[in-house]
């Protein structure tokens, strides 16, 4: 009998986490300790003789954490373990881009990649366009799918083999619709889907699919608000590629883009080179972090 080994957590519910260890799917308890294990875990598992089952004894180091902050500012796990963030929007709902920035602002502070998938295609995508270009403008890779119909599927499991992606976006725009798309078998796996207060299924724990032997997907509950947590100094400016760059040329070295004399930034939404709406995104999350550091 196997007596233990290594494993990666496909999902946590607080009292357990689920392991996949060898190709075997174990439910394991945990160990007392206060560590919170996450979606993407890399952990080793037993059988201390006190228990009446598998249980999670250690954690391995994460290669890194995505993290939200709460009401209070307190940052919350999400994943462990991600090389991509998979921002997900769709025609409807219709796309909250403060939301999509903030998530990309994210994937940057923590070095990932991203991408933003148009699900829904087939329901025409002429309203998100000129949002899309800004950012195709900026370098990120955009790609428009269907779940339902198949349109993109191929494409985007092209853009996802040999890593870890993690979806993130609002509730309704097709995550795990996506996921049910991609792995052929991920359908037998929703049990952890509940019905909701208006009847539809909507996903509440992160959940881990493998796609193929090297790649992995990730499944997150939707949101309605998100905020990365600040721990490095001008995080909100690192969050935006433009203003980032632009603010070499700002008077002050410390300049915060707001009122300062001589700030290249201003001079550049002015100008509309960069966008009056990812600047007052920028705006917004400063002034969400000067709110929590008060
Ligand atoms: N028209 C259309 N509808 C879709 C498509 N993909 C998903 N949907 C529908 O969108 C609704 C929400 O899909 P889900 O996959 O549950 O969305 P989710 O993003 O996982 O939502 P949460 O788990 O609440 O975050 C469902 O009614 C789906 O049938 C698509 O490609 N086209
Ligand atoms: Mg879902
Ligand atoms: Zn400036």
Redesign the pocket.
């Known amino acids: 009998m196997v007596t233990g080994g290594t494993g990666t957590v496909l999902a946590s519910y607080g009292r357990g986490v689920l392991v996949q260890s060898d190709g075997v799917t174990l439910a394991c308890g945990l160990t007392g300790r206060k560590q919170r294990i996450v979606c993407g875990d890399r952990v080793t598992w037993g059988y201390p003789p006190s228990a009446d089952g598998p249980s999670v004894q250690s954690v391995e180091p994460r290669r890194n954490l995505i993290e939200r902050i709460d009401a209070r500012g307190r940052a919350e796990p999400v994943a462990a373990n991600v090389d991509r963030l998979a921002i997900v929007v769709a025609p409807e709902p219709a796309p909250d881009w403060f939301l999509v920035d903030r998530y990309w602002a994210a994937a940057r502070l923590k070095e990932l990649d991203s991408l933003i998938i148009v699900n829904k295609q087939d329901l025409g995508t002429a309203t998100v366009q000129a949002e899309l270009d800004g950012y195709r403008h900026l370098r990120v890779d955009c790609v428009e799918t269907a779940s339902q119909t198949g349109v993109g599927i191929a494409a985007l499991k092209g853009l996802l083999a040999g890593s870890v992606t993690l979806l993130v976006g609002q509730s309704g725009v097709g995550k795990s619709s996506l996921v049910n798309a991609l792995a052929p078998d991920a359908a037998a796996q929703t049990a952890e889907l509940t019905r909701d207060a208006e009847g539809r299924h909507t996903t509440t724990t992160a959940r881990w699919y493998q796609l193929a032997a090297n790649s992995a997907i990730m499944d997150a509950p939707g949101v309605r608000d998100f905020a990365p947590p600040a721990s490095l100094v001008r995080a909100a400016e690192r969050g935006f590629v433009e203003i980032h760059e632009?603010?070499v040329n700002?008077?002050?070295k410390d300049?915060?883009?707001m009122e300062?004399p001589?700030?290249?930034?201003?001079t550049a939404v002015v100008g509309q080179h960069i966008a009056a709406r990812r600047y007052e995104s920028y705006r917004r999350l400063c002034r969400l972090y000067e709110k929590l550091a008060s």
């Open positions: 632009l603010s700002c008077r002050f300049c915060r883009h300062e001589g700030c290249a930034v201003r």
